[in-house]
């Protein structure tokens, strides 16, 4: 069920209305609703259930405290890719010993706190990261845990720039040279092996891709079974799409189906880092136009300017995303419906939230852009000089601010003139 619905005309995140909303914390403004996060982790959860697993959300994809202490409380674990996210997850309740910590260039003061609070699983993304983490482990006098990210080499069939399972991805190291890794790997005193990883890019709508990624990597984990390392988990990765438009992507349930049964009977641990599946539709980017800016009647080319902009929203500027728009009042009829261009006020032409949408507009209505829970604040800019949003959780009939919007004075902090 969806818990983004029209109630008496006018769109509600859970039992309240987003016009109260905006109303009360202003806009642009992010609103999620926790019932929709519970839901979606659950029925991930449920999906797995009679496998030994771990869901790790993937905090780039959402990392407000207020998101990540819900999922925490629901049993989640998390994957992170910087010592910020850890940081964030700590402070939300999250508990350290179910973080995987992922990305390709993890610093050594990265290393040594995600060693102190005894993290789950590094994610080892190259031969140099792994004899940097046996240094930093041994001189610590500790043993960190790793798996080796392998590129399968499998074309995910998703957006470029998204697509991280291909061989000339900067991502992991190739999968023909993995057993070679372990081997150095087992010698390694501040090394334990523990699983092997793997993630082969974002927004996949084919189970395909996946399946052929699990295949080959758990081809990979009987060679090394064979040289006496033992693997004890398979960590797939995130990856799974959502539907923004007319996408058709296989549901948690197909999905995890699919891996159970490449992975049935085997003595294996199951670690998923899904991000945009749980969080992409829980929420919504809520904005206001401020001025509709009628183009030449024959181009058809109007401009409504709302005051969120691609700082606030990046995707459609950065992928060409379309994320669907919809008023928050339901239209009466009495203003004509024409085809927009909803853009923001910054100096840049890739400043869009979405092109050519049929929408009965006047100044100062509110719209909602959906599907924007993921990747949505967390990749927001200050560019122009804009603050960054507010972002409210709805529960129930409350709404809770859990991120103020930041301030000009918060803009500024930290700067100061040269000395005169
Ligand atoms: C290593 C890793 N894990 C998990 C994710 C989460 O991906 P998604 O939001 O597509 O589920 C990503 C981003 O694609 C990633 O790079
Ligand atoms: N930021 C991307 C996804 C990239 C995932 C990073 N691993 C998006 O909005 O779709």
Not at 201 to 221: C, E, N, W
Not at 308 to 325: E, K
Request: glycine fraction near 10%; proline fraction near 4%.
């Amino acid at each position: 069920m969806d818990h983004f619905q029209y109630r008496d005309g006018v769109l509600h995140a859970e039992g309240v209305s987003l016009s109260a909303i905006a109303e009360r914390f202003g806009t642009p403004c992010y609103v999620y609703s926790a019932a929709t996060l519970t839901r979606h982790y659950r029925v991930f959860d449920d999906a797995l259930a009679g496998i030994d697993h771990d869901i790790c959300f993937a905090v780039k994809a959402n990392g407000n405290i207020g998101v990540l202490g819900l999922l925490a409380d629901l049993g989640s674990g998390f994957d992170i890719v910087s010592v910020g996210e850890l940081e964030r997850v700590i402070t939300a309740g999250g508990d350290p010993a179910k973080v995987v910590f992922s990305g390709v260039g993890k610093r050594v003061d990265e290393i040594e706190r995600a060693l102190e609070v005894g993290i789950a699983c590094f994610n080892v993304e190259s031969e140099v990261e792994l004899a940097r983490i046996d240094t930093v482990a041994r001189r610590m006098g500790k043993i960190a845990p790793i798996s080796l990210r392998v590129n399968p080499d499998v074309d995910a069939q998703t957006h470029p720039y998204i697509a991280t399972g291909l061989k000339d991805n900067k991502f992991g190291v190739g999968i023909e040279r993995a057993e070679a890794i372990y081997a150095q790997a087992a010698t390694l005193a501040g090394i334990a092996i523990r699983g092997v990883d793997c993630h082969i890019g974002s927004q996949l709508t084919r189970l395909a891709p996946f399946k052929d990624a699990v295949q080959r990597v758990l081809a990979l984990i009987d060679r090394l079974a064979e040289c006496d390392i033992v693997i004890r988990h398979l960590d797939v990765g995130g990856g799974l799409g959502i539907r923004y438009r007319d996408e058709t992507p296989p549901s948690p349930a197909e999905y995890a189906t699919a891996i159970r049964d490449l992975v049935a009977g085997r003595d294996l641990k199951l670690v998923v880092e899904p991000g945009r599946v749980l969080a992409a539709n829980a929420g919504v980017l809520l904005t206001r136009v401020e001025l509709l800016k009628p183009g030449i009647e024959a181009d058809d080319k109007h401009f409504a300017v709302v005051d969120a902009a691609m700082n606030d929203l990046l995707r459609p500027a950065l992928y060409d995303a379309w994320q669907a728009i919809v008023p928050v009042t339901e239209t009466t009829g009495t203003v004509e419906a024409r085809r927009w261009e909803i853009v923001g006020p910054i100096c840049e032409t890739g400043d869009f939230l979405g092109r050519d949408r049929e929408l009965a507009l006047t100044e100062g209505d509110l719209l909602a852009v959906r599907s924007a829970g993921a990747y949505g604040f967390t990749m927001a800019s200050t560019y122009n000089a804009r603050p960054r949003v507010a972002e409210v959780m709805v529960d129930g009939d409350v709404p809770h601010e859990v991120r103020a919007r930041e301030t000009i004075a918060d803009l500024m902090r930290g700067e100061r003139r040269l000395p005169s």
